[in-house]
């Protein structure tokens, strides 16, 4: 077994990584900051007026949405008496996501949900890539109606959901895994800098 991981070619794959990680330094240093700090901002006042933040997404992008609602339940509240932020993913409910899938499509499996659940001085927090899946669009339309502000992390060009959206994050990059990686990496940052914020409240 160790003879057969001598046929590696490192340095090509190093090279890979090296550019991986230099794309993802450029990206960094492009951050809109102003942007990511109206988020906190935002997240703060839901905190802060007991309201509720939803976030959605597809994929790793779904996964990191759900990351960032453990985070702002118990991480948040961890840190602070046990007083997280009202977080729902809202791909969480398997129950609910496949009966809405199965009776209306999957393009509906969010928005149905912001429709009974959200309230005013709520807040929608999508994560997407592209900025163009269906169900990511019709979610912050649905916000729109409901008149709960949106936000998001947005990869590619921003696709339509980069107009409907009331503060955006957003980073061009076509490379899928990079978006996903600055959407988690963002998600933290504001999460740290929440706790220090309602730590010194």
């Known amino acids: 077994m160790p003879n057969e991981y001598k046929q590696i070619k490192p340095l090509v794959f190093s090279s890979n990584i090296n550019l991986y990680l230099e ?13 990511v700090t109206q988020l906190r901002d935002a997240l703060y006042y839901c905190w802060k007026d007991k309201k509720t933040v939803y ?17 702002l339940i118990y991480g948040l509240g961890k840190t602070n008496n046990n007083k997280g932020l009202k977080a729902i993913s ?4 398997a129950s609910i996501s496949t009966a809405i899938s199965n009776d209306e499509g999957y393009e509906f499996v969010y928005s149905k949900q912001l429709e009974t659940l959200a309230e005013e001085g709520d807040l929608l927090l999508a994560f997407s890539g592209s900025g163009n899946s269906q169900n990511i669009i019709n979610c912050l339309k649905a916000a729109r109606k409901i008149g709960i ?3 998001g992390f ?4 921003g696709g339509a959901s980069k107009k409907l959206l009331d503060i955006c994050i ?3 990059t076509y490379n899928m895994q990079l978006s996903e ?5 963002l998600g933290h940052s504001i999460s740290r800098d ?4 309602i730590n010194s409240d």
């Open 194 to 197: 929440l706790c220090e914020i």
């Open 181 to 185: 990686d600055l959407q988690i990496i």
């Open 23 to 35: 794309e993802m330094i450029s990206l960094l240093k492009n951050i809109d900051v102003n942007s």
């Open 154 to 157: 947005l990869g590619f060009d």
């Open 170 to 172: 957003y980073t061009q």
């Open 90 to 93: 809202l791909s969480s409910n």
């Open 55 to 71: 976030l959605i997404g597809n994929g790793g992008s779904e996964a990191n949405a759900t990351h960032l609602a453990n985070d």
């Open 149 to 151: 502000k949106t936000a």
